[in-house]
């Protein structure tokens, strides 16, 4: 007869919240469900014969859930005899209080500074005066309509408009429908808007990237990202939740951080996404070691990470790994030589290939022409040298030995002598498989030319090597970073270049790329150049230096960044919406003040809403007003913080119609619209 213990394993089995991905059961998992008396764990509990009648007791015909008996059972070592079992499923990372973040149900609402409230400006010397920042651990008690999807409000369509001379400008009208463009920005804290946008998102993202806060400490942001580490955590742990289910299966997500934070990011993303979808960690380097403002006590600090990770490697497609480099001095060093003339040539011999059973055809060159480009007085000369190798491009390459293991060409140079050889055949695999192609030998070396790794970009010759997971400083540009756009963001700031580089690996045209720590708006002005459809999300409004902004300046044709590569002329379209306020008119309010009287004010328009904690007494405030006025106006403004309703930042979905919330009816047709019924 199957025991209890059986019957409680292969019953959790059928929650995949409960089994890792190796197939072992979570215990912290389940003991964290229950411990939070979870429906769905005591539904599943009750809807077996032996399980309800062990841990369910009735009491006046009330079944009373023995949550110590329970747990108990979960932890009695007959239940995972695997002792390296136990072991594995309690190792992980934690919070402050020792529990794994990975069964944690806690939510982090906002972070100082980037998706959070912010008093006091954007500059470094604004940043010495003392801030007030608020953000809340949520535990899953607490949270009740928090993630429900939100009404969408103000919603603005921003579209390219060609006047008869061809010159372009935006236009801005009431978006009634989000069909109306492919691209979407939000306004709002991103937690509650990834909530939202997942109804009709899930599984259609192809690429996610976020530069979130690193928090570092430092002030030399234009935030100070200064936070409690296992609140970093907690709160990057609630958006990557979401973000992989809003990830289609060959999707990829790359977060930019650095060394503060950089593996611990990486371990809890092989906690959400599994170590076997860990794709790679790029190096970045921002800087040269020359440059300034670089730190670092022990070494000097030029670079960040980048880490990637798929939802699905089995499935998931890379679409370009080349990468561009400067092509200079060292560069030209190895590809010097040009081959002017191939002169005449005769057949000397040929023989079958085993690969494809086609006739490889040898001949030898005579009368042949090749020239070497002085690099003499390089620095006076470099104009004069750059023009030689724009002119020849095409005959440009250098001698490369070949390889002992390569049979095949090893057979050709067997055929060849000193001078200039050619050899006719078909290529049996790689990019140019099936392809008849004529390879040149000279001396017994093969030659590599340098169109076969290089482009023409901008009259200026670049290298296009395979990509390594290190990005040098030299071959991401960033000249004119700080007004790249048309926005100024002078820390912080990622160049375009650099976005070009990994939704280039990661996606194709027409693809959904997501960023949901939009900023100053790189990464959507690379994808509307780019022709990728895009998804950003900011809370912040950084005003002239906004994201809006700088969309505006894309479909006018701003000539910045990518621009010339990609021949960027303008044009294209965004929507534009922000979530509707609720309580969160109060937060900005609370923010914004400077006097007591103000917040007393404040604190009686919020009493009559009674949007406030469940946890509050607005009588017991009122009885003791006088202990509020003591406090300072930093307490005080803590103080009512705490007191607002978070579930109650902005208004559900579900309560548009509520004639207190005033909705239009422009903006119930857009909720309908975007989400496909209200």
């Not at 399980?51 to 079944?63: G, N, Q, Y």
Request: hydrophobic letters at 35%; charged letters at 25%.
């Amino acid at each position: 007869m199957e025991n209890i213990y059986d019957t409680l394993a292969k019953l959790l089995r059928s929650d995949e919240r409960f089994v890792s991905t190796e197939g072992d059961l979570l215990r912290n998992a389940v003991c964290e469900t229950a411990n939070n008396m979870d429906e769905n764990l005591l539904h599943l509990l009750l809807s077996n014969n032996i399980t309800r009648e062990h841990f369910f007791r009735k009491v006046d015909d009330i079944l009373i859930f023995d949550k110590i008996l329970f747990g108990w059972v979960i932890n009695n070592k007959e239940f995972l005899p695997d002792s390296y079992t136990r072991f594995k499923n309690k190792i992980g990372l934690a919070d402050d209080n020792g529990n794994l973040l990975a069964t944690s149900g806690n939510v982090e609402l906002v972070f100082p500074y980037k998706d959070c409230i912010l008093e006091g400006g954007q500059t470094k010397e604004d940043q010495k005066r003392s801030e007030v920042f608020y953000n809340e651990m949520f535990a899953p008690r607490e949270i009740d309509r928090l993630l429900y999807p939100k009404t969408l409000v103000n919603a603005k369509c921003y579209a390219a408009n060609v006047d008869d001379q061809g010159s372009i400008s935006f236009t801005i009208t009431k978006a009634k429908e989000l069909q109306q463009s492919n691209n979407l920005i939000v306004r709002g804290n991103n937690l509650l808007v990834l909530s939202s946008i997942e109804k009709v998102f899930a599984n259609k993202v192809q690429c996610i990237y976020i530069d979130p806060p690193y928090n570092t400490g430092s002030d030399s942001f234009g935030y100070n990202d200064a936070f409690n580490h296992s609140s970093w955590l907690t709160f990057m742990k609630n958006r990557l939740v979401i973000a992989k289910r809003l990830l289609k299966s060959s999707g990829i997500l790359f977060i930019s951080v650095d060394d503060h934070e950089s593996a611990y990011i990486k371990v809890l993303c092989d906690e959400i996404f599994g170590r076997e979808n860990f794709l790679s960690t790029i190096a970045y380097e921002r800087s040269g070691v020359s440059g300034l403002g670089q730190g670092g006590s022990f070494l000097v600090n030029t670079h960040e990470s980048i880490i990637c990770f798929a939802k699905d490697k089995n499935v998931t497609n890379t679409e370009d790994l080349s990468g561009e480099y400067p092509f200079g001095y060292e560069e030209m060093k190895r590809y010097n030589k040009v081959l002017l003339s191939a002169g005449e040539s005769e057949e000397i011999d040929r023989f079958e290939a085993s690969a494809t059973h086609e006739d490889v055809i040898i001949r030898k060159h005579a009368n042949y022409s090749i020239q070497t480009i002085s690099l003499k007085q390089f620095d006076s000369r470099r104009a004069e040298i750059e023009e030689q190798y724009l002119q020849n491009f095409d005959k440009i390459y250098r001698n490369t030995s070949v390889q002992a293991e390569n049979e095949f060409q090893n057979k050709i140079l067997d055929y060849c002598g000193d001078g200039l050889y050619s050899a006719e055949y078909t290529v049996s695999r790689g990019r140019n498989k099936g392809k008849k192609i004529i390879a040149y030998y000279y001396n017994k070396q093969v030659f590599a030319w340098l169109k076969d790794s290089a482009d023409i970009v901008d009259s200026q010759i670049v290298k296009t090597n395979k990509l390594s997971d290190f990005w040098n400083h030299g071959s991401i540009p960033k000249a004119d970073l700080a007004n790249e756009g048309g926005v100024k963001l002078r820390r912080g700031k990622k160049p375009e270049n650099l976005l070009k580089r990994l939704f280039s690996i990661a996606t194709k045209e027409g693809d959904l790329i997501l960023d949901f720590f939009l900023g100053s708006g790189t990464s959507v002005a690379v994808a509307h150049k780019m022709n990728r459809r895009y998804i950003g999300i900011e809370q912040l409004d950084y005003g002239d230096n906004d994201a809006i902004t700088r969309l505006q300046h894309v479909i006018c044709g701003e000539q910045s960044g990518i621009s010339k590569k990609v021949n960027w002329k303008g044009g294209g379209s965004f929507v534009y919406c922000e979530l509707a306020q609720l309580n969160q008119k109060y937060v900005d309010l609370i923010r914004n003040v400077n006097s007591d009287d103000q917040l007393l004010t404040i604190w009686n328009k919020m009493e009559k809403t009674g949007f406030i904690s469940y946890k509050v007494k607005p009588s017991e405030i009122d009885a003791h007003i006088d202990d509020f006025k003591a406090l300072s106006l930093d307490n005080k403004k803590k103080f009512l913080m705490e007191v607002l309703d978070k579930n109650m930042l902005y208004v559900n979905l579900c309560d548009i119609d509520d004639e207190e919330f005033c909705i239009s009816d422009e903006d119930k047709a857009f909720n309908k619209s975007f989400y496909g019924e209200v």
